[in-house]
């Protein structure tokens, strides 16, 4: 069974990105994506400002968030997705774009979260957003495609945990 386009999501430091890349390496065709690079200028500023988006901010991204991933899906790649997607309704924005997009929620703790936001360097969200952000996240309801992986530490088996929960 070929792999379904993936969203890798959670908070500011739950690792979204370094999975991704990583279990986009593992699959035939796959292709990294980070929906923070969709993310149009003014968002990017509030962000880095300590300001958080509002739902009504976020529509436009989520939309190119979905619409990226079924373009790379039509053109016979695996997308992985980094993206927050911390509301149900924002998986069923992206859903809207990538019916098949399955997701994976990387639950950290918070002590481990800012602790690696305060290790970032260089990134346009501030630790002062993480609280905002944990408030936000709606964990993934047991309708929803995809499931939860604990990931608080590093290891080299984080992708065949990603691509495992989602094969079952």
Known sequence: MPTP???IMGVSGSGKSTVAEAVAARIDGGVYLD??????????????AGHPLTDEDRAPWLDAVGRRMAQEHDAGR????????????????????????????LEVDRDELERRMQL??????????????LATLEPLGADEPGGTLP?????????DRVLALVAG
């Open 151 to 159: 990931f608080s530490h590093p290891s080299g088996d984080v992708a």
């Open 5 to 7: 386009p993936l969203v």
């Open 120 to 133: 970032r360097r260089g990134h346009f969200m501030p630790s002062s957003l993480l609280d905002s952000q």
């Open 35 to 48: 929906a923070d690079d969709l993310h149009p200028a003014a968002n990017v500023a509030k962000m880095a």
């Open 78 to 105: 695996t997308p992985v997705m980094a993206c927050s997607a911390l509301k149900r309704a924002y998986r069923l924005r992206i859903l809207a774009g990538e019916p098949e997009a399955r997701f994976v929620l």
